[in-house]
Structures are given as C-alpha cells and as structure tokens.
DNA sequence: TTTAAATAATACATTACGGTATCATTTAAT
DNA sequence: ATTAAATGATACCGTAATGTATTATTTAAA
C-alpha cells in the first residue's frame, strides 16, 4: 500500500519546482534539494519533460520547468505521468480482476475508499499545496524549506 | 498505489478459506479456485500458517484452516500476516520521511486518507465480507463463487 | 511396514525496479 | 570554431519480489 519510489520522486520534484513557477530549475539543483539519486533523477526528468507537466530546455543554461500553471497540475497528474498505473483498477483491493466472478461484497465499501482517494489526488493541485503554509496555515511561508 | 502480489494473494486466500470456516482446504484446491501459481501458493500457505491466522495439518488428507473466527481476522491482520508493511508510515504520501523539514500543508489532508484506509481495512472482518451477499444485498448467496 | 497424499524446507530462476555509467546531443558564450 | 554546461539516449548492474524445482517430512490407510 504505497506509492513506488519514482512516483515519489515525481511528487517531490513537481513540488518542488512549484516554489517558484517560472524558474528554470536544472537537474543539479533539484539534486541538491532533493537528494534523489542524481543519474536515477537524470533520467527521471527526461521521462517526466515527455509528459505535458515539465518541459525541458536543452543545452548551456537548460534545465527544466513548469509547463502548465500551478493550478492546472493535480497530483493525480503526476502520479500518471510517474508512471504509476494502480489508481484505475475496478476490484475491491485493486486486483487488475476481482478474484471472484460476482463481486463480492466488500467491493463497493474498497471502491469508496478508492474513490476517495483519487478524488484528494485529483482535486489536490500543486498551487493548494504551495498556498497553504505548514500544518494548515494558510499563507505563513513556503512549505518546502531548503534541506540542504 | 496499491497491495503487493503477496498481499493480494493472501486476502484472496483468506477470503476463500473464510466460505467455510471448519473446512480443510488443500493447496490443490486453493489453487484450482484462485489460481495463484501452485508453487507459489504453497510457499505462501506455509508462511501464513506461522501467523496466527491459519494453521497447517500435515500428512495424508492435511490442509490448512483458520484458526481463528471468522469475525477476529480483520483484512488488516492478513496484510500484515502477508507482510506488506507499508500502512503505518507517517508522511504525507506515506513516504518514510517526509521530503521536507516541515510537514508539508498537504501532510494533515493526506493523513486523514491514510487513517480512513487503515480505519476500514481494521475494522472489517471476513465474517463481514462473508456475510453480505454482491453488491451490498445482505444474505444473498455467497459473494465467492467458483471460477473453476 | 509400505504406500499415497498431503505439507515443509531449501535452493534456484526470472523479472521488474531502482540505480549507475558512458557517450551523444544541444546551446550559449567566447 | 571551440568550449563549457546543460539534457538525451542507451546500456548495464544489483537487489528484491515473484515464480519454479527438488527433496524431505509428516500422517492416515491398506
């Protein structure tokens, strides 16, 4: 019951370059703040600028950034473009087939659960998560503070 | 997002053994129902005969049965018997530490996903799935027919 | 006591995921 | 043109999860 580690590392790096939605984030910074393997990043960014979230600029002074606004980018989406593909399975713990030929009947109390789920990751975007300071504050100041 | 193959298998084993609860089940026909890789089952069934949940009778016309009742095996008790021990994790997306120093506004939000997870994956029970038939109509027929 | 039918233990094989290494390409500045 | 600093493509490696094979052990019945 989790994320995988590259839909982590998307999560973070897509909330991260939400801090500031016009900079030019290279893959050496996001390194720096983030600590994600770098070649293992390296490769992630290129697969994550062939979505429609990030988009890279190649050559001296490239890098990547954001390709959409903050409002227009869910985590739903991120977790899509990551790669990960268990949110639209229809059995009740997610099976790709319900093990059983009648639905049972625990399937629709999961499926609500499920439902809920992609309802907070689609309707969470990126802007909420950078408006609203830490524990629920709202505007005292950015939420992701420099690790480094 | 989601449960490991492991995880999978051991609810629908569960699950399965839940339609009778006094009933000796072989490896052989447990895997004829669910088709879970003979092999594979097996290795399965012996590791879960060392929770608490069911146990082996070796031999001659041996099996496994639960060994609990039905309404004391939560759908927690078998991810955890099966050993996923990805539900107690803290941060926002369930990341073992948060990406940030401080929690992240989204952490409460997602928090409170993670424990409506963990609240219905504890509280309900095989006799509980067992005792509503599809789709919700208590006491139809059982919820788990055979496949084979 | 032998046999048959079941599980147990253990080792091995395969696959997917996470991570690394190398070289190629792009682009701005000189 | 050359160089420097960035990303792109590709191949490889390591480990864990999944799956398979073999042999040992247990137990009831004949």
Not at 19 to 38: G, Q, R, V
Not at 91 to 101: L, M, T
Request: charged share 25%.
């Amino acid at each position: 019951m989790n994320f995988s580690k590259t839909t982590e590392y998307a999560l973070k790096i897509l909330s991260y370059m939400a801090l500031d939605y016009n900079k030019l984030y290279s893959a050496e910074e996001i390194f720096k703040e983030l600590k994600i393997p770098y070649r293992y990043l390296r490769k992630q960014l290129t697969i994550l600028s062939k979505s429609d979230l990030i988009k890279s600029i190649q050559g001296k002074f490239g890098g990547y950034k954001l390709s959409k606004k903050l409002e227009d980018i869910s985590l739903l989406d991120i977790i899509v473009a990551s790669g990960d593909k268990q949110l639209s399975n229809n059995c009740f713990f997610g099976f790709n087939e319900c093990a059983f030929q009648e639905k049972c009947s625990f399937h629709n109390k999961w499926e609500k659960v499920r439902t809920e789920i992609n309802m907070v990751l689609s309707t969470t975007n990126l802007a909420e998560l950078k408006s609203n300071g830490p524990h629920g504050h709202a505007n005292s100041n950015l939420l992701l503070t420099k690790i480094n």
